[in-house]
């Protein structure tokens, strides 16, 4: 028998349904949860007989599920975060009976692990001993002293967060049958003074009672976590050679739906980034709570020195200065680099013939000359 609860409430943008829901029961990772407000295909006759299997509530609600178009109604949308939840139940093989000590203990769906987004009797009537115990002002036992039996607090607590309108015998059909010819199992409105939200039991036809049909689930307990409406994206940007990341990871929440393009970045020393076999694309579609990886390699950029030596010599012969630079092949110098300089005692001439220029082009693993040459003032 499943345990009941004062049970929260699931809010509509978290069910991806038209109304809230409440949960009412539980069963290890499962819950129990009823709709606060009717579908709205009007009010029902419950069927030709008592047997649930056979009624226009059954029917009514698996449309519901199904989202099989009727004029008027709230159908469950088909995308509604609601279906990734439910799970298949017994709730159609056990039907429990009315008004009998022992229609509190028969009458309990179970759930079972495997979900299901769509189909017949996933969703379903509660019973009366589900309505007796987990919803419900009060109850009626036949054959003792006070008929009309208090609930539990916790059934009370949930009453008084589901909506059955106001009006004569205006109420929510259950799926068991009455224990009279002719009646069904049924959850009464807060209007009597003397028997308000009572579990009982009405007649089938909606000319003498004005019944209406709430879909009940069991449910994933996952469903009570937050709602997730973005997802992940991470890019990395990776040395091909070494695997090493040589930019800072970059991470993006990004709202379901199209995400990117995000493209590689202009990194000194390597060559444009090209997508790795494993990344995933750059620009796609992406899913709530879903994450994508966005992997780059980058290629080196081979380079090759030289060597630039600079000299500065008196005409005498003196080193008044040396220098040896070691720098990138291909153009090399620019304003001031390489140039002559001053020294004490000592006035610039000229560059010695066949000195290299002080701009130019060197070679892979090149070695050219500067040289200055410098005179004694007189």
């Given at each position: 028998?499943?345990?009941?609860?004062?049970?929260?409430?699931?809010?509509?943008?978290?069910?991806?349904?038209?109304?809230?829901?409440?949960?009412?029961?539980?069963n290890?990772?499962?819950?129990?949860?009823?709709?606060?407000?009717?579908?709205?295909?009007?009010?029902?006759?419950?069927?030709?007989?008592s047997?649930?299997?056979?009624?226009?509530?059954?029917?009514?609600?698996?449309?519901?599920?199904?989202?099989?178009?009727?004029?008027?109604?709230?159908?469950?949308p088909?995308?509604?975060?609601?279906?990734?939840?439910?799970?298949?139940?017994?709730?159609?093989?056990?039907?429990?009976?009315?008004?009998?000590?022992?229609?509190l203990?028969?009458?309990?769906?179970k759930?079972?692990s495997?979900?299901?987004?769509?189909?017949?009797?996933?969703?379903?009537?509660?019973?009366?001993?589900?309505?007796?115990?987990f919803?419900?002002?009060?109850?009626?036992?036949?054959?003792?002293?006070?008929?009309?039996v208090?609930?539990?607090?916790?059934?009370?607590?949930?009453?008084?967060?589901?909506?059955?309108?106001?009006?004569?015998?205006m109420?929510?059909?259950?799926?068991?049958?009455?224990?009279?010819?002719?009646?069904?199992?049924?959850?009464?409105?807060?209007?009597?003074e003397?028997?308000?939200?009572?579990?009982?039991?009405?007649?089938?036809?909606?000319?003498?009672?004005?019944?209406?049909a709430?879909?009940?689930?069991?449910?994933?307990?996952?469903?009570f976590?937050?709602?997730?409406?973005?997802?992940?994206?991470?890019?990395?940007?990776?040395?091909a050679?070494?695997?090493?990341?040589?930019?800072?990871?970059?991470?993006?929440?990004?709202?379901?739906?199209?995400?990117?393009?995000?493209?590689?970045?202009?990194?000194?020393g390597?060559?444009?980034?090209?997508?790795?076999?494993?990344?995933?694309?750059?620009?796609?579609?992406?899913?709530?709570?879903?994450v994508?990886?966005?992997?780059?390699?980058?290629?080196?950029?081979?380079?090759?020195?030289?060597?630039?030596?600079?000299?500065?010599?008196?005409t005498?012969?003196?080193?008044?200065?040396?220098?040896?630079?070691?720098?990138?092949?291909?153009?090399?110098?620019?304003?001031?680099?390489?140039?002559?300089?001053?020294?004490?005692?000592?006035?610039?001439?000229?560059?010695?013939?066949?000195s290299?220029?002080?701009?130019?082009?060197?070679?892979?693993?090149?070695?050219?000359?500067?040289?200055?040459?410098?005179?004694?003032?007189s």
């Open positions: 028998m499943p345990t009941a609860v004062t049970g929260r409430v699931l809010k509509a943008e978290q069910t991806g349904d038209y109304s809230d829901w409440i949960e009412l029961a539980q290890g990772d499962y819950s129990l949860i009823v709709r606060r407000y009717p579908i709205s295909f009007g009010n029902l006759s419950y069927g030709a007989t047997n649930y299997q056979k009624s226009n509530v059954r029917d009514s609600i698996n449309r519901w599920f199904n989202n099989v178009s009727r004029p008027g109604s709230d159908n469950l088909h995308d509604a975060r609601l279906r990734d939840y439910t799970v298949i139940s017994n709730a159609y093989h056990v039907l429990g009976s009315s008004c009998q000590y022992y229609s203990l028969d009458g309990y769906s759930p079972t495997h979900k299901a987004w769509i189909g017949d009797d996933v969703a379903f009537a509660l019973s009366y001993g589900e309505s007796a115990n919803l419900s002002i009060m109850h009626f036992q036949r054959g003792v002293n006070i008929a009309n208090n609930s539990n607090w916790h059934a009370v607590s949930n009453y008084k967060k589901v909506f059955i309108p106001s009006g004569y015998l109420g929510m059909w259950l799926r068991s049958p009455g224990d009279c010819n002719g009646t069904a199992a049924f959850l009464g409105n807060a209007d009597s003397h028997v308000p939200g009572r579990t009982f039991q009405s007649f089938l036809n909606d000319s003498v009672c004005r019944g209406l709430y879909p009940a689930l069991w449910v994933d307990q996952g469903i976590g937050p709602v997730v409406t973005t997802g992940s994206v991470n890019v990395y940007h990776v040395d050679a070494t695997g090493a990341e040589i930019y800072p990871r970059e991470n993006y929440q990004v709202n379901a739906g199209y995400y990117g393009p995000y493209v590689p970045k202009n990194i000194g390597y060559q444009t980034g090209r997508t790795a076999p494993y990344s995933d694309a750059a620009s796609g579609f992406i899913s709530a709570g879903e994508k990886n966005i992997t780059y390699l980058y290629d080196a950029v081979k380079t090759s020195s030289a060597t630039i030596i600079v000299m500065h010599i008196s005498s012969g003196q080193m008044l200065k040396g220098a040896v630079y070691t720098v990138a092949s291909g153009i090399y110098g620019g304003t001031g680099l390489y140039g002559a300089e001053s020294f004490d005692g000592y006035i610039y001439l000229n560059s010695d013939p066949g290299a220029p002080l701009m130019g082009f060197i070679k892979p693993d090149e070695i050219i000359f500067i040289t200055h040459r410098y005179a004694r003032a």
